[in-house]
T-cell receptor, first 111, second 115 residues
Framework: AQSVTQLDSQVPVFEEAPVELRCNYS??????LFWYVQYPNQGLQLLLK??????LVKGINGFEAEFNKSQTSFHLRKPSVHISDTAEYFC?????????FGTGTRLTIIP | NAGVMQNPRHLVRRRGQEARLRCSPM?????VYWYRQLPEEGLKFMVY????????ESGMPKERFSAEFPKEGPSILRIQQVVRGDSAAYFC?????????????FGSGTRLTVV
């Protein structure tokens, strides 16, 4: 079975500071990994995805993530956050058409 | 090009009533997925449908829940005799084909409150 673990339920960060949101996955087979963002009272928006190829993946809104097979991680990073990045972020893995989500990390930006 | 459309956005039902949630996939998408987000939890898969077919309903509760995706019209998630524990956000996603690994497009959800 595949699963993802998001180690931090909440991450407060000062505006313009860098941020890393952690995600670890468990799978015995090749994985496709995703990061989604959910703004308050909204649906999920795809930030970025890793399917194959380069392990550094760039997404929207200045976010990027690095696939690390040896550490089974797919951490999300942004070098300088903005107030508008306040949201909940979900890591997910897909298999047999089903997305399995982590429990989410709530990113709060401190002015 | 409209995205995935869900309605209503908010739905209030009394215990014992029926809830009907609608999802219109993106244009050109024939695969629909329903997910449920309970308070303070991540999203959990419920059901995967193609037109007129249920492909995988392994995440659906055994009783009171059903889903359909008719040849014409939106996909419907139906909850009969709702209970307080059904209060959640229900999200629909769509994709253009089976085996599409590009990341599903999600709707804005229906927030069901059972009073």
């Amino acid at each position: 079975a595949q699963s993802v673990t998001q180690l931090d339920s909440q991450v407060p960060v000062f505006e313009e500071a860098p941020v890393e949101l952690r995600c670890n996955y468990s799978s015995s087979v090749s994985v496709y990994l995703f990061w989604y963002v959910q703004y308050p009272n909204q649906g999920l928006q795809l930030l970025l995805k890793y399917l194959s190829g380069s392990t550094l993946v760039k997404g929207i809104n200045g976010f990027e993530a690095e696939f690390n097979k040896s550490q089974t991680s797919f951490h999300l990073r942004k070098p300088s956050v903005h107030i508008s990045d306040t949201a909940e972020y979900f890591c997910a893995v897909i298999r047999n058409e089903k997305l399995t989500f982590g429990t989410g990390t709530r990113l709060t930006i401190i002015p | 090009n409209a995205g995935v459309m869900q309605n209503p956005r908010h739905l209030v039902r009394r215990r014992g009533q029926e809830a009907r949630l609608r999802c219109s996939p993106m244009k050109g998408h024939s695969h629909v997925y329903w997910y449920r987000q309970l308070p303070e939890e991540g999203l959990k898969f419920m059901v995967y449908l193609q037109k007129e077919n249920i492909i995988d309903e392994s995440g659906m509760p055994k009783e009171r829940f059903s889903a359909e995706f008719p040849k014409e019209g939106p996909s419907i998630l139906r909850i009969q005799q709702v209970v307080r524990g059904d209060s959640a956000a229900y999200f629909c996603a769509s994709s253009p084909r089976q085996g599409y690994e590009g990341g599903y497009t999600f709707g804005s959800g229906t927030r069901l409150t059972v009073v």
